[in-house]
T-cell receptor, first 115, second 115 residues
Framework: AQSVTQLGSHVSVSEGALVLLRCNYS??????LFWYVQYPNQGLQLLLK??????LVKGINGFEAEFKKSETSFHLTKPSAHMSDAAEYFC?????????????FGQGTILTVHP | NAGVTQTPKFRVLKTGQSMTLLCAQD?????MYWYRQDPGMGLRLIHY???????AKGEVPDGYNVSRLKKQNFLLGLESAAPSQTSVYFC??????????????FGEGSWLTVV
């Protein structure tokens, strides 16, 4: 079984400040990990993903995440927040094998950026 | 470049009515999924399909039925809508689960309200 926990349903930062969104996962097999962003009234857009190889993954819009197996974490960061980053962010895990590639999502974290 | 298209985008139903959500993808993907999104709960898998003519239950299948008569289409049906089915529904597709981290592409969502 696989699960995802996002710590903090709401995160508020000032424009220009560091963004840190936390994600911990559990998976019985090596996981594939994803971050998606959802802007208001829109669908989900893939920010970045970890499959194998380099544990620091860079994504779109200046975001990056680091896979830490020992901590079962995949936290999302961005050095300097922009107003346009305000959205809801979802961490997800996907396992292979007989799970048929289904994604298991965290509860989501709403990021607010204030001037 | 349509990707994953969902129709309708918005719908209001009365309790007990039936309806079908249509998902179409033009990427020749084998795998298709229906998720529902509720506040504070992330996205939860309703049903999925690993190929034309196949369907399987996900995490929250009760009250829904699906069909995959054509590879490009995945229909989600509500036979007798209930207020608890008020949600945002997302369709998704991916090539297959074999490749590490095959990207899952999402539609833009269908907002369903049951009154």
């Amino acid at each position: 079984a696989q699960s995802v926990t996002q710590l903090g349903s709401h995160v508020s930062v000032s424009e220009g400040a560091l963004v840190l969104l936390r994600c911990n996962y559990s998976s019985s097999v090596p996981p594939y990990l994803f971050w998606y962003v959802q802007y208001p009234n829109q669908g989900l857009q893939l920010l970045l993903k970890y499959t194998t190889g380099a544990t620091l993954v860079k994504g779109i819009n200046g975001f990056e995440a680091e896979f830490k197996k020992s901590e079962t974490s995949f936290h999302l960061t961005k050095p300097s927040a922009h107003m346009s980053d305000a959205a809801e962010y979802f961490c997800a895990v996907r396992s292979g094998g007989t799970s048929y590639g289904k994604l298991t999502f965290g509860q989501g974290t709403i990021l607010t950026v204030h001037p | 470049n349509a990707g994953v298209t969902q129709t309708p985008k918005f719908r209001v139903l009365k309790t007990g009515q039936s309806m079908t959500l249509l998902c179409a993808q033009d990427m020749n993907h084998e795998y298709m999924y229906w998720y529902r999104q509720d506040p504070g709960m992330g996205l939860r898998l309703i049903h999925y399909s690993v190929g034309e003519g196949t369907t399987a239950k996900g995490e929250v299948p009760d009250g829904y039925n699906v069909s995959r008569l054509k590879k490009q289409n995945f229909l989600l049906g509500l036979e007798s809508a209930a207020p608890s089915q008020t949600s945002v529904y997302f369709c998704a597709s991916s090539q297959n689960s074999a490749g590490p981290g095959n990207t899952i592409y999402f539609g833009e969502g269908s907002w369903l309200t049951v009154v």
